[in-house]
């Protein structure tokens, strides 16, 4: 049998809230597949305060505003739609979507996928003797005595695939991994096999690749002198072949840009070892081959896959308690006394920092001496508390802090009028084994399957970490010799950075081979600390990738405990690699030009 062409895959969507007529505008050239990424591990916990207030909710309710804008279209094109806007009620989605197309007068065969809820097996786990140990602090769920309101397993392709050969216009997913709204419909479209692990594993980086939306067109990276369109970057479309490669590419006619820059910077957000584990298969990063095959199209060949592990990642969110942060401004001389001032003066009116569970203080600076304007002689003073009694960070501790309007230091002001304390989660992420989740589509026909795991199958002997070729060890720090010159980092490389969990990630890809070396043999682990002093007392692993001249950086418990809860104000440190970006280095002369 011929192989078939390409499938042309396409994403219009990289976050819950992200572009509304993105789903539009990817009809507006030739593809096969829409696909939708609706989910974070912070938008789980908004979706279950979002079902709590309505019990029919849970789902991302922006999807049916695309929907409604694109249905009829793709129907009548032979478009499959898939994405997970499903999140914690995919069932209540594929009913309203039915709904839907009913008032629209069309005709749509809607699946959609379950098994990911582990929430009300939590004790059931934990007394089978599941500890769910959290995979950064190595803690079992059990020490974390805080009531869990979410927790999903990771699931994989093969229900999306079986639901489109089962005939499925429209597939509605729970929590699977964002790489499997492209495996499954690209190994629906070949029919590939359980065991083409390189075939997979290639639709994974594929899936990885795009499922951030634009952020592989041109969106958030770090070299803007590439990027000669600046109108909105298009949407990204994979064009996955029969052997997985795929080609990386956008409709003509739209903004930003697609290299092999762009694409490599996607790569690295948010991974961390090069063996990047999914439930279908482990796709090796440190295998592939990126390479520009035209104006904005990027080729990715070669990548690698073997047999999946026997567990699946799932992620649980806790209520923490409440949280509050009030900004004051301080503005011109003195910025250290009178910060000094307002936090004596604000902790003394509430009985002490020690009354609260956490208080977090940041004077942050942007003043400089002499300032042009107004606002460039301020700093900010970032207060953050928590605690479990929501009236202790509520209005009791904005009200205090506006209290030192006339009392405080000279120039006082706040960014924000008093606020009410919020509700924030603790992200809790955990490993089950595979056999304890049992993942079933349920049909247009009304008929419902199992979906087996590919570890569990005769033959598949599951991935194993310590089976893994170990890390090579790193170089000592180069001694230079010669000519050198002083130069940010980012003369050298690029950066894409973003949170894992309470982990943040920080990869780096550099402009040129002599770039690539230079990195490779200078940014240990020990360097990366002292240009990075937030992460001198941290765990820090280092993963090399030298087919795309890069270096990824995991730094732990940077943003502990998780997004919802950490007091930093970069909370998913989108801008941690550009601040790395920024720091001065010595090198060899001859590496800029290099």
């Known amino acids: 049998m011929p192989e078939r062409q390409p499938v042309r895959i396409a994403n219009c969507s990289g976050f819950y809230g992200d572009r509304g007529a993105a789903a539009r505008e990817m009809l507006a050239g030739p593809i096969d597949v829409l696909t939708g990424d609706y989910l974070a591990e912070l938008t789980m916990l908004i979706l279950w305060k979002a079902?709590?207030?309505?019990?029919?909710?849970?789902?991302?309710?922006?999807?049916?505003?695309?929907?409604?804008?694109?249905?009829?279209?793709?129907?009548?094109?032979?478009?499959?739609?898939?994405?997970?806007?499903?999140?914690?009620?995919?069932?209540?989605?594929?009913?309203?979507?039915?709904?839907?197309?009913?008032r629209l007068g069309l005709t749509a065969r809607v699946a959609y996928i379950t098994g990911?809820?582990?929430?009300?097996?939590?004790?059931?786990?934990?007394?089978?003797?599941?500890?769910?140990?959290?995979?950064?602090?190595?803690?079992?769920?059990?020490k974390a005595d805080l009531p869990v309101v979410t927790a999903n397993a990771y699931l994989g392709g093969w229900g999306i695939a079986a639901a489109l050969d089962a005939g499925a216009d429209v597939v509605i997913c729970p929590r699977v991994t964002d790489a499997?709204?492209?495996?499954?419909?690209?190994?629906?479209?070949?029919?590939w096999r359980r065991d083409d692990w390189n075939a997979l594993a290639g639709a994974v980086a594929a899936g990885h690749i795009i499922e951030c939306g634009p952020q592989a067109t041109g969106g958030n990276y770090s070299f803007l002198d590439e990027i000669t369109d600046r109108r909105y970057p298009g949407f990204p479309i994979a064009e996955v072949a029969a052997d997985g490669s795929s080609v990386i590419t956008k409709h003509e006619g739209t903004g930003g840009l697609v290299s092999v820059g762009t694409v490599t910077a996607q790569l690295l957000y948010e991974i961390g070892e090069p063996a990047y584990l999914n439930p279908d298969v482990v796709a090796h990063?440190?295998?592939?081959?990126?390479?520009?095959?035209?104006?904005?199209?990027?080729?990715?060949?070669?990548?690698?896959?073997?047999?999946?592990?026997?567990?699946?990642?799932?992620?649980?969110?806790?209520?923490?308690?409440?949280?509050?942060?009030?900004?004051?401004?301080?503005?011109?001389?003195?910025?250290?006394?009178?910060?000094?001032?307002?936090?004596?003066?604000?902790?003394?009116?509430?009985?002490?920092?020690?009354?609260?569970?956490?208080?977090?203080?940041?004077?942050?600076?942007?003043?400089?001496?002499?300032?042009?304007?107004?606002?460039?002689?301020?700093?900010?003073?970032?207060?953050t508390v928590k605690d479990q009694d929501e009236r202790k960070v509520?209005?009791?501790?904005?009200?205090?802090?506006?209290?030192?309007?006339?009392?405080?230091?000279?120039?006082?002001?706040?960014?924000?009028?008093?606020?009410?304390?919020?509700?924030?989660?603790?992200?809790?992420?955990?490993?089950?084994?595979?056999?304890?989740?049992?993942?079933?589509?349920?049909?247009?026909?009304?008929?419902?399957?199992?979906?087996?795991?590919?570890?569990?199958?005769?033959?598949?002997?599951?991935?194993?970490?310590?089976?893994?070729?170990?890390?090579?060890?790193?170089?000592?720090?180069?001694?230079?010799?010669?000519?050198?010159?002083?130069?940010?980092?980012?003369?050298?490389?690029?950066?894409?950075?973003?949170?894992?969990g309470g982990d943040a990630n920080v990869g780096l890809w550099a402009t040129s081979p002599a770039a690539y070396a230079w990195l490779r043999r200078h940014l240990t682990t020990d360097r990366f600390k002292e240009l990075l002093t937030e992460a001198a007392g941290l765990q820090v692993d280092r993963y090399e990738l030298p087919n795309l001249m890069a270096l990824n950086f995991v730094v732990h418990g940077l943003l502990a405990p998780g997004v919802s809860g950490t007091a930093r104000p970069d909370a998913q440190a989108k801008g941690l690699g550009e601040y790395l970006r920024s720091r001065v280095v010595t090198v060899p002369a001859g590496t800029i030009s290099g």
């Open 51 to 102: 079902r709590r207030k309505d019990p029919s909710r849970g789902y991302a309710v922006t999807f049916l505003r695309q929907l409604e804008e694109v249905l009829g279209t793709c129907l009548e094109r032979g478009v499959r739609i898939v994405a997970n806007a499903g999140g914690l009620n995919p069932e209540g989605l594929a009913g309203q979507i039915t709904e839907l197309a009913a």
């Open 116 to 142: 990911d809820d582990l929430t009300p097996a939590i004790g059931d786990l934990q007394a089978a003797g599941h500890e769910l140990t959290n995979l950064d602090t190595g803690l079992p769920l059990a």
């Open 180 to 191: 499997s709204l492209v495996v499954g419909p690209a190994a629906w479209w070949h029919g």
């Open 285 to 383: 990063f440190d295998t592939m081959r990126v390479e520009q095959a035209g104006p904005h199209r990027v080729a990715v060949t070669g990548t690698r896959g073997s047999p999946p592990p026997d567990t699946l990642k799932v992620a649980l969110n806790m209520l923490g308690g409440y949280r509050n942060t009030m900004t004051m401004v301080i503005t011109g001389l003195d910025i250290e006394a009178k910060a000094e001032q307002a936090t004596t003066l604000l902790f003394g009116l509430l009985g002490g920092a020690e009354v609260f569970e956490e208080a977090d203080v940041r004077l942050l600076r942007f003043d400089r001496p002499d300032a042009p304007t107004n606002e460039q002689a301020t700093a900010h003073l970032r207060i």
């Open 394 to 500: 509520g209005r009791a501790f904005s009200d205090a802090t506006f209290s030192l309007a006339l009392s405080g230091y000279a120039g006082f002001h706040t960014t924000t009028p008093p606020t009410a304390a919020s509700a924030f989660g603790v992200y809790w992420p955990a490993l089950v084994p595979a056999d304890v989740v049992i993942q079933q589509v349920h049909l247009p026909d009304g008929t419902c399957r199992d979906i087996p795991h590919t570890s569990a199958l005769p033959g598949v002997v599951p991935y194993a970490p310590e089976a893994a070729v170990p890390a090579a060890p790193e170089a000592a720090a180069e001694v230079l010799s010669g000519p050198a010159a002083e130069i940010p980092l980012g003369r050298l490389c690029g950066a894409r950075s973003g949170d894992k």
